[in-house]
């Protein structure tokens, strides 16, 4: 696993972060954006990639259209998705029309659009012109590339998602859907928030531990200021509390949890080299001058896209 291996690139007000590892590709573009540059204000200051309640649709709008002219990728049709903490993938292709189809993993049909985009976090495709999205805060954006089936997937992993394995499986379905052999691919874990700042409750490293026999590894322990919050938090009634898992620390924090390390274990099982994959090891509540943070600044912030595509 390699660090250090992104650069922040600063064009036309805007900035992102680029892989070096990707960049060497020409037939690929690719970018994980920061919250610089931008027409949005208030608590969505910035480059503000996501409809969110705190922005105006066209505010919006206008950043998607600044990103993508600064990345040279005008003429692509965005893939998004809504994004719930699944494990739902979807192929994108383009259907007779010329308009973008998913597919979802497993079935021939493409998903029936009412207008808005399917619900998933993970997309994969090997068509050129056509840009993989996710939308992060926190959450860990990563992308995959196959250079020699010039195939390539963006995902979005939580906690849920790292839980469910949504990593190991969007690779396994590039095995399944293009061939691809992880031997060959490489991955760049784009910012995400880090260990420093993400303490979560007992009933996470309880999920986890059932989940993964080496989960001890995912965790780093937190040191209780009162003696009635480590009794607290070893107790097995913290799975009772009616607070979404991750979220609420009523009950005090049991351990810090290290997203990375879940996203480079399951790359690691799924078949990757760990020297193809770089992992930024930015902090995304540490560097709220440089990126949202739904932990940081609350449910009001905005949102970074991490986006892939095959150039045309």
């Known amino acids: 696993m390699a660090r250090q291996r992104f650069g922040i690139v600063v064009r036309a007000g805007l900035s992102?972060?680029?892989?070096a590892a990707l960049a060497r590709f020409p037939w690929l573009i690719h970018a994980f954006s920061t919250r610089r540059g931008g027409?949005?204000?208030?608590?969505?200051?910035?480059?503000?990639?996501?409809?969110?309640?705190?922005?105006?649709r066209r505010n919006v709008e206008e950043n998607r259209r600044r990103f993508l002219a600064a990345l040279g990728a005008q003429g692509f049709s965005l893939a998004t998705l809504r994004?719930?903490?699944?494990?739902?993938?979807?192929?994108?292709t383009r259907d007779k029309a010329g308009k973008l189809a998913y597919l979802a993993a497993g079935s021939p049909l493409p998903h029936r659009s009412d207008g808005n985009p399917p619900v998933g976090d993970a997309l994969l495709t090997e068509e050129a012109g056509i840009l993989l999205s996710?939308?992060?805060?926190?959450?860990?954006?990563?992308?995959?590339?196959?250079?020699?089936?010039?195939?390539?997937?963006?995902?979005?992993a939580g906690w849920r998602g790292g839980l469910a394995r949504i990593v190991e499986k969007t690779v396994g379905l590039m095995r399944a859907t293009f061939g691809?052999?992880?031997?060959?691919?490489?991955?760049?874990?784009?910012?995400?928030?880090?260990?420093?700042?993400?303490?979560?409750?007992?009933?996470?490293?309880?999920?986890?531990?059932?989940?993964?026999?080496?989960?001890e590894r995912f965790f780093c322990p937190v040191l209780p200021s009162k003696p009635s919050e480590?009794?607290?938090?070893?107790?097995?009634?913290?799975?009772?509390?009616?607070?979404p898992p991750g979220r609420s620390l009523a009950t005090g924090p049991a351990a810090r949890l290290d997203l990375a390390a879940v996203v480079v274990a399951q790359l690691r099982a799924a078949g990757l080299s760990a020297r193809n994959i770089a992992v930024s090891g930015l902090?995304?509540?540490c560097r709220a001058d440089l990126?949202?943070?739904?932990?940081k600044e609350g449910g009001g912030t905005g949102r970074m896209l991490a986006v892939i595509g095959i150039r045309p």
């Open 230 to 243: 480590a009794a607290t938090s070893r107790s097995p009634a913290v799975s009772l509390s009616q607070h």
């Open 39 to 56: 027409v949005s204000r208030g608590t969505v200051s910035g480059l503000n990639l996501g409809f969110v309640g705190a922005d105006r």
């Open 83 to 92: 994004q719930i903490h699944s494990t739902h993938i979807y192929q994108v």
């Open 291 to 295: 990126f949202f943070s739904h932990r």
């Open 134 to 156: 996710v939308r992060t805060a926190d959450c860990v954006p990563i992308l995959l590339v196959d250079p020699r089936r010039r195939a390539v997937a963006a995902v979005h």
């Open 283 to 285: 902090c995304t509540a």
């Open 180 to 215: 691809s052999d992880p031997r060959q691919m490489l991955a760049a874990v784009g910012p995400g928030i880090q260990p420093c700042c993400y303490e979560v409750g007992e009933e996470v490293v309880a999920a986890y531990s059932g989940r993964f026999t080496d989960s």
């Open 16 to 19: 992102w972060l680029e892989c």
